[in-house]
Each structure stands twice: as structure tokens, then as C-alpha cells.
């Protein structure tokens, strides 16, 4: 394991979520910030100035700060954790059907329960759906695997985005409509403390999961006859890997709808960098992920007046690198 590595991008990320925390449309001096907490923690009563601030880095800036952590964190962990499982580098929550599935769960809660408790339930059922379906239809083309996941990704995708137009159809068009578009397009900007609150501490046991399992994921990547030789059960290894990363991206759609690209890129930018070792490219997946959807984030936040949608722009954020990191392998491998 690589652990200087890991070091310095948890630290980057450490950094870059308090260099952006003042950064806004509102904008404060992290002196101002540091002043209105440290008075607020002592106990002295706080001018309004600093009652202002206090609001804004703890009820709007934190929050979506934290979000946009544990999005890119989930995203790209399990991008690169189905990757080692499959043996596909392009396979991805997005290409295997788990965010369409997980976001026609979630349009279901949001049109016709419009329960926040339901909507996770069946955005979680959704993702399993998703990516069960692209299992299943992989298996009846047995002649190219890695193809035949792929078709499979595409079907399961195309058939929850068609019943996500059918919800579109039928949602009230004064109401649930604007709010149902907008939120499919990616965004952090209803992710508030309650909402974090309810799916973070699950998010986090996920992670921790995931990132652990790099040795599981390497004997895995060996092929079925190896892991057994190591005495791993990789069909009950392979069941609880799933659940658990389609779990997280199921509740990161929760948070900021649709991101697609961060679970293909990333992990593909940390094995360039780091080797495809998983114990170490898992961790190193979700602090590179968590640290691009942070800065991503910020960026909408700053370059329009009215906010564009975060999905939009990661991916296109993630196309030029995605390019990028297929001219240097095949550069490097001629």
C-alpha cells in the first residue's frame, strides 16, 4: 500500500475543502470565519456580521461541502471497485445501470410517496435493480464478457431512463416537474443538513467498507479458481461487494441526483498514477473523487450568476481527461 500517497491526497483534500469553504457568492475571509467560530465556541456574544457567517458555514457552505465529499467519494470507490470485480476498467456505476436505476427509484418516491424515508428505500432497490438487470442480460451472451456487461449496462440504463420519462409524464407539471428535471441533472444544491444527516453515517460505513476490501477485490481480479485456492467464497465476496457499492451510489443519487463520469474517470486517473494495486487504488479513488466533485462543485458555485447544473459539468469536466488518459495508454502501450 502506498501510504505517502494517500497521505498527500488526503491532505489536498483536507485543504481544498477549507480553501473553498469561503468562496461563494457571499464571500468571507477564513480570518472571519475563524473569528466568528472561535467566538461562538467561547461563549461571547457575536456581532451580527458574525451571526451571518456563522449561518452560512454552517447551515449552506458545510453542508454541500460534505455532500460533494461523499458523492465523489462514492462515485469513484465504487466506479473502481466494479472495474476490479468485472475485470472491465470500463464498466462504471453509470455504464452498469445503477444511477438510472437508483434515480427512477428516487423519481418514484419524489411523484407519487413523496416520502424522504420511501425515496431512499427504493433509490437503494433501484440501484440493485439496475445493476442485477445488467448481470442478467450480460449472461446471455456469453462469447465477449466484457461486451456483452457493457450491452447489458446499456439496456438496464435505457429501460430505467425510459420509466424516469414516463414519471416525468405524469408528475405535476407545476410542482414535481421542475423540481424532478433540475434534480436528474445533477445537483448539490438541496443537500442540506437533515438530508446529509440521514444517508452520511450509512454513506461513510459503506466507504470504510470498500475501501478496505482492496485485498478481496485483488484475489477477485484473479478470477474465480484463484480465489478459491486463497480460500475466499468469491460468489459471497462478489454479493456483499455489490450490495455495499451499490448502496452508496444509490444514496449519493439521494443527495445530488445524477454525476455520472466520476466513477469511470477517476479510478482510471489513480490507476495511472498509483498502479492498479486495490488496496491502494480503492482509498485513493474516493479522496481523488471526493477532491474533484468539491472543486467541481465550487466552480458552478462561482463562474454563473444562476447555478448550472453539477452533472452537466462534470461531465464535461471528465470528457478532456477521460481523452487524455486514453492517449497516454495508447501511447504507452503502442
Not at 484475489?219 to 484463484?226: H, I, N, P, R, T
Not at 475466499?232 to 439521494?254: G, H, N, P
Amino acid at each position: 500500500m502506498n501510504t505517502r500517497a494517500l497521505i498527500v491526497l488526503a491532505v489536498a483534500l483536507v485543504l481544498g475543502c477549507l480553501l473553498v469553504l469561503p468562496l461563494g457568492r457571499h464571500p468571507a475571509s477564513l480570518g472571519d470565519m475563524y473569528q466568528a467560530v472561535s467566538g461562538w465556541l467561547s461563549g461571547r456574544e457575536l456581532s451580527d456580521y458574525e451571526s451571518q457567517i456563522l449561518f452560512l458555514i454552517f447551515k449552506i457552505r458545510l453542508p454541500r461541502i460534505v455532500a460533494a465529499v461523499l458523492v465523489g467519494a462514492a462515485l469513484s470507490v465504487s466506479g473502481a471497485v466494479y472495474q476490479g470485480m468485472f475485470l472491465n476498467h470500463l464498466v462504471s456505476p453509470g455504464i452498469l445501470g445503477v444511477l438510472a436505476g437508483a434515480s427512477c427509484g428516487s423519481a418514484i418516491g419524489i411523484v407519487i410517496y413523496n416520502s424522504w424515508l420511501i425515496t431512499q428505500l427504493l433509490a437503494f432497490l433501484g440501484g440493485l435493480a439496475g445493476v442485477g438487470l445488467s448481470l442478467t442480460l450480460a449472461k446471455l451472451y456469453t462469447r465477449s464478457p466484457i461486451l456483452a456487461l457493457i450491452i447489458g449496462g446499456l439496456l438496464s440504463g435505457s429501460l430505467f431512463t425510459s420509466a424516469c420519462s414516463i414519471l416525468k409524464f405524469l408528475a405535476d407539471p407545476e410542482q414535481q416537474l421542475p423540481q424532478l428535471v433540475y434534480w436528474l441533472m445533477g445537483t448539490l444544491s438541496k443537500a442540506r443538513l437533515p438530508e446529509i444527516t440521514a444517508v452520511g453515517p450509512v454513506m461513510v460505513i459503506g466507504l470504510i467498507f470498500l475501501c478496505l476490501s482492496g485485498k478481496t477485490v485483488d484475489v477477485l481480479s484473479q478470477g474465480d479458481d484463484e480465489a478459491r485456492a486463497l480460500g475466499v467464497d468469491s460468489r459471497r465476496a462478489r454479493r456483499y461487494l455489490i450490495i455495499a457499492a451499490t448502496l452508496v451510489c444509490s444514496l449519493a443519487v439521494i443527495l445530488s441526483g445524477i454525476i455520472g463520469w466520476i466513477g469511470l474517470v477517476m479510478p482510471h486517473a489513480c490507476r495511472l498514477l498509483l498502479g492498479s494495486g486495490n488496496r491502494t487504488l480503492l482509498p485513493a479513488s474516493a479522496l481523488f473523487g471526493a477532491l474533484f466533485l468539491v472543486l467541481n462543485d465550487t466552480m458552478v458555485r462561482l463562474i454563473w450568476t444562476v447555478e448550472f447544473p453539477l452533472g452537466i459539468f462534470t461531465s464535461l469536466t471528465c470528457l478532456p481527461i477521460f481523452t487524455a488518459l486514453l492517449w497516454h495508454d495508447r501511447r504507452r502501450h503502442g
